[in-house]
């Protein structure tokens, strides 16, 4: 007897779940936008007597089809962009310091025990190591989507060099002590950090739209000149973060060789320029690679901060020893993590399509 395509049955899951992974992990689709696709679905033949592999063919050729679609309608489904921006860096900087005051908390109650030195920096610390932390993350998605990885790299180390180096002199020039208190104190700052990200959050998110629905209704319609829609192309291309500049540079400059040839302006022989920038073909894997290497980064910076304090005063403790171990283990794991990425982006570039655009 045949099953339906309804996802509560062992065959419909399994293939709702190989299409939903072949949308979000090797096309990275929004996984709302794949899981309401893949709903539709087997919506669609509930009730057919078919299976969903007999009604809608091999889930990847599906996940394949429906990417196509979707890009060929321009539709936002793929990456909207760096993932720090305003309202992401608003909330981010709080809540980074609460996630970073329960490290130190931790470090400091191992290192120190029940009593520990409290001062203006053991409350700020956290706070300005976040925002450090947020700022070398923008900077690097957007020099590296123009200029590459290599220079991007090269700035924000510069950038935070500098910017440890202020919160070193804040440190030694600007420090206030509160004297010696319970160190469970620090929980009191993680209670304040996460009310704080609460109340910005709400704040942020009521009054900053997000950047897709402020775009959107920005966005002019009707006729563009070959210049506006030059912009509004490398706008769309550089919010797909999965195409590299260099792709995005070429597929601008054949499109205006075309033009020049046929006489015609972009919009015509084009169509929209977000259409067109959907069309660049990806390089699997390249946006979560590049978002794991921005992880990585910040995992070395925020050992360099803390082991150069804890080495400041001498031979670190045992506490240190341990946070400095664990941190180890952490860079251990994203090396692997790097390298497995590239394999796979190597393995995806054998599989997948040569070229530049969609046809």
């Known amino acids: 007897?045949?099953?339906?395509?309804?996802?509560?049955?062992?065959?419909?899951?399994?293939?709702?779940?190989?299409?939903?992974?072949?949308?979000?992990?090797?096309?990275?689709?929004?996984?709302?936008?794949?899981?309401?696709?893949?709903?539709?679905?087997?919506?669609?033949?509930?009730?057919?007597?078919?299976?969903?592999?007999?009604?809608?063919?091999?889930?990847?050729?599906?996940?394949?089809?429906?990417?196509?679609?979707?890009?060929?309608?321009?539709?936002?489904?793929?990456?909207?962009?760096?993932?720090?921006?305003?309202?992401?860096?608003?909330?981010?900087?709080?809540?980074?310091?609460?996630?970073?005051?329960?490290?130190?908390?931790?470090?400091?109650?191992?290192?120190?025990g029940l009593r520990m030195q409290h001062s203006l920096m053991s409350v700020l610390f956290p706070f300005l190591l976040s925002v450090l932390m947020l700022i070398l993350i923008a900077v690097y998605e957007r020099i590296e989507a123009r200029a590459g990885m290599l220079i991007a790299g090269a700035v924000c180390v510069v950038l935070g060099l500098a910017g440890a180096s202020l919160i070193a002199l804040a440190a030694a020039f600007g420090n206030i002590g509160f004297g010696e208190a319970s160190t469970f104190w620090g929980l009191a700052l993680v209670a304040g950090y996460a009310l704080l990200t609460a109340v910005v959050s709400a704040v942020v998110l009521t009054l900053i739209p997000a950047p897709e629905s402020r775009s959107a209704a920005a966005a002019p319609v009707g006729p563009l000149s070959d210049a506006d829609?030059?912009?509004?192309?490398?706008?769309?291309?550089?919010?797909?973060?999965?195409?590299?500049?260099?792709?995005?540079?070429?597929?601008?400059?054949?499109?205006?060789?075309?033009?020049?040839?046929?006489g015609a302006s972009m919009q015509e022989e084009f169509g929209s320029p977000e259409g067109y920038a959907q069309r660049l073909i990806e390089e699997p894997g390249l946006a979560k690679r590049r978002t794991s290497l921005i992880r990585f980064i910040a995992l070395l910076g925020i050992g360099g901060v803390l082991i150069s304090t804890a080495f400041s005063d001498g031979s670190p403790s045992v506490g240190e020893w341990v946070f400095i171990g664990l941190w180890v283990l952490l860079v251990v794991l994203g090396v692997g993590e790097q390298i497995r990425h590239r394999r796979e982006a190597r393995e995806g570039k054998d599989k997948g399509a040569t070229g530049r655009l969609q046809e």
Do not use: C, N, Y
Not at 82 to 102: E, K, N, Q, Y
Not at 233 to 252: I, N, W, Y
């Open 1 to 112: 007897m045949s099953t339906s395509g309804d996802d509560r049955s062992p065959e419909g899951a399994g293939w709702a779940a190989r299409a939903e992974f072949a949308l979000v992990m090797r096309h990275e689709a929004d996984a709302d936008a794949a899981d309401a696709a893949i709903q539709r679905a087997l919506r669609d033949i509930d009730g057919s007597g078919q299976s969903a592999d007999d009604a809608l063919g091999d889930p990847d050729e599906w996940a394949d089809a429906q990417a196509a679609q979707w890009r060929e309608d321009a539709a936002p489904v793929f990456e909207a962009g760096p993932t720090v921006d305003l309202r992401t860096f608003l909330i981010g900087v709080p809540a980074g310091a609460t996630v970073l005051s329960v490290l130190f908390f931790v470090v400091e109650l191992i290192q120190d």
């Open 229 to 262: 829609w030059e912009k509004r192309f490398l706008a769309a291309a550089r919010r797909r973060r999965s195409v590299r500049e260099a792709q995005r540079t070429q597929a601008l400059a054949e499109a205006r060789t075309h033009v020049a040839e046929t």
